[in-house]
């Protein structure tokens, strides 16, 4: 018994924040940003975590033709979670009113839509569970320091959401895959906040609170550990690259992407890429991708798909799938967030405010 994606939905953030929105916080330009990263604007959240994955959630839900009360476990992907408990996958169970479900968070970093791909495919074709949806969601410019420009060009908020059920079709659902971490290497990208880690205080300390990242380390990693890992996905698949449909993977930055890929052989045309518009946006990658591919028709009933990541941990992960018969949404939803009161500006003013004193005693020269 294969486990399928039925349903997909996502949620970009009304606001983006361009890269000339950018040059006006930090020392940087288009030409800078849009030739390292292939990035030209990113969705800025002006509301919450869980707010954005109800909306993913609700498409996918009218994708598949599913109610809520269909669930039986919701499993969401983050490293931004809107509170630690309850985790935010109850939030989404009771705003859905999935009162069937069961419902956990999952931290793989950046890998987490593919982590959680595997975990769930797995209960699915296991007998565990029958119906369940996975969001990969991100608030990352919550934990972004909006003075310092290695950091901050790259991130932005959004989510994604799939339904994964069972199939009776035959040849369909999980065909090979490849998890790993490398623990010792997890100092390369942290955010070290978000925690229990430290004393008690009224204080919040800037250094503790921005994400960090060795960008030259992470880059290397990223292209051999997405190149590596597909690799030992197909061999379990007993598939090569060339059987490959299409490549949907974490949008880290276009160069990794092309990088990656080319090492694998897959071609241009087979890799889908949606950086441009909406940044790297670690668990919402895939999932936002992956819907992006599907409206613009670029998955084919009984495609071989392969969904491939790396991020903090470090952790990494790739799933080769073969989707099933369907490629339409069943019905559409109308859910959206509210809309913003003010601009984009004014969502990013406390954070640059809360780094002010931060980068005037570090005399940050990126900052302007
Ligand atoms: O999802 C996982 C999360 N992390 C990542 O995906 C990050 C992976 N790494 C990367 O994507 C790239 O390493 C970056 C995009 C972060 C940086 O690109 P790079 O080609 O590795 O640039 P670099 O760090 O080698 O910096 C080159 C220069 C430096 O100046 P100097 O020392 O040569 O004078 C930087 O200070 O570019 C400077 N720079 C910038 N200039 C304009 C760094 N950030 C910027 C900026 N605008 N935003």
Redesign the pocket.
């Known amino acids: 018994m294969g486990a399928v994606i039925t349903g997909w939905g996502k949620c970009r953030p009304p606001l983006s924040l361009t890269n000339a929105d950018l040059a006006t916080l ?3 330009d288009d030409e ?2 849009s030739e ?2 292939g990035i030209s604007e990113r969705g800025i959240c002006h509301v919450e975590t869980t707010d954005m994955a109800e909306v993913a959630a609700h498409h996918a839900l009218a994708a598949a033709g599913l109610s809520a009360t269909d669930l039986d476990l919701i499993v969401m992907a983050t490293v931004t979670p809107e509170i630690s408990c309850p985790s935010n996958a109850c939030v989404l169970q009771e705003r859905l009113g999935a009162v069937n479900a069961g419902a956990f968070d999952l931290n793989a970093a ?1 890998s987490g839509f593919v982590y959680g791909f595997a975990s769930a495919t797995s209960m699915v074709a296991s007998g565990v569970a029958r119906r369940i949806l996975l969001v990969g969601v991100e608030k990352l410019h919550f934990v972004l320091d909006y003075r310092d ?2 950091t901050c ?2 991130f932005g908020d959004g989510a994604g959401a799939v339904i994964i059920e069972h199939s009776d079709e035959p040849d369909v659902g999980v065909l090979g895959v490849d998890l790993g971490a490398d623990g010792p290497a997890g100092s390369t ?1 942290v955010i070290p906040t978000l925690g229990t880690r430290g004393e008690l205080s009224t204080f919040r300390d800037p250094s503790m609170h921005r994400l960090h ?1 060795e ?2 380390a ?2 290397k990693i ?1 292209v051999k550990g997405m190149t590596d890992s597909v690799t030992r996905a197909l061999g379990r698949a007993s598939l090569t690259a060339d059987d490959i449909d299409l490549v949907v993977p ?1 949008q ?2 276009l160069r ?1 992407i092309k990088a990656a890929t080319s090492r694998l052989g897959v071609p241009e045309s087979k890799v889908m890429v949606n950086i441009e518009t909406h940044g ?1 946006t ?1 668990a919402a990658s895939i999932p936002m991708a992956l819907c992006d591919a599907l409206d613009q028709g670029r998955v084919a009933p009984n495609d071989t798909i392969a969904i491939t990541a790396f ?1 903090g941990g470090v952790t990494w992960g790739s799933v080769i799938f073969r989707w099933g018969d369907r490629v339409a949404r069943l019905q559409t939803s109308d859910a959206t967030l509210p809309a913003p009161t003010g601009d984009v500006f004014d969502v990013l003013a406390a954070n640059r405010e809360f780094y002010s004193s931060y980068h005037e005693e570090n005399s940050d020269s990126s900052d302007v």
Do not use: E, K, L, P
């Open positions: 930090v020392d940087t800078w940003i390292r990263t950046c420009r290695n060009v790259i990208m990242f960008g030259q992470v880059y990223a974490h880290a930055n990794i790297n670690s991020g």
